[in-house]
């Protein structure tokens, strides 16, 4: 069976860049955003910065009446202790504190997972880490030659859901990717290089919903990364799903590809 599961990070936009949530004011655009997806039969689960629980509880209200999965992506996205045992701990609390249950998943900030981390995850009952981007960036180099495939790893009981790559360059595959190079570009890409049975996309809500107080904020490099085909991203996304529903993929939650290949 081929799957796609579609995540998305709720975090401050651009990655925490620039510590402002104006898209979370902007509840009309959200659902706008949402409704397009579950149009599409879209399956959404999303990785949430553990202070979002508590911070914002009425954007959580609105990803929930849209049927999303959450699982948690560190506590306070800071990226100089993205995997440590006490933001895991904050997270794994907060998600409790909101759903009275706890998380089976874990994304760490901009893919920095450790060993160490692994460990706390696995000592702290999560059911599959999903961090790793075994792409050139970010992190260059750190993950280039890690398994891309679904997989536990070697010394602990927890699964391992990468972020897909495709091609054997390792493009990712994400929004943000297909904004910059164009859908066009990574439908030829698909025609060339045969894509795998499991897809795990990667998207942030800034990818669709264009804010230009947080925009101005951002260094110059991300401006001209991030500023490309800018208020497209919802589009390129529909052409994206319309293409899967063609190869027949079924969409489907994180969950989902954690009991396809539980162990």
Known sequence: MKLFAFTIDLEAEYAGTVDQYEIFKDH?????????MKSHGVKL?????GKVFEQFPEIIRIFEKYNCEFEVHSYSHNPDSPDSGKEMEKARAAYFQYFGKYPKGYRAPQGRISESGIQFLALQGFQ????????????PFR??????????????NIMEIPLTSITPFRVLLSISYIKFFGIDFFIKLFDRFRLP??????????????KEASFRKLPLYLKLFCGRNASRG?????????????????FCYM??????HKR
Do not use: M, W
Request: charge should be negative; glycine fraction near 2%.
């Open 234 to 250: 919802t589009d390129y996304c529909v052409k994206l799903l319309e293409f899967l529903k063609q190869q027949g993929y079924t």
């Open 45 to 49: 689960t999303a990785f949430t910065v």
């Open 28 to 36: 009309a655009a959200v659902e706008e955003f949402l409704s397009v």
């Open 128 to 139: 599959y880490d999903s961090s790793i981007f075994p792409t050139y960036y970010p992190n």
């Open 255 to 260: 969950s989902d590809i954690y009991s396809a």
């Open 197 to 210: 049975d499991t897809i795990c996309f990667d998207s942030h809500l800034h990818d669709f919903i264009f």
């Open 143 to 156: 993950y280039i030659h890690f398994n891309r495939n679904v997989h536990y790893h070697e010394k602990y």
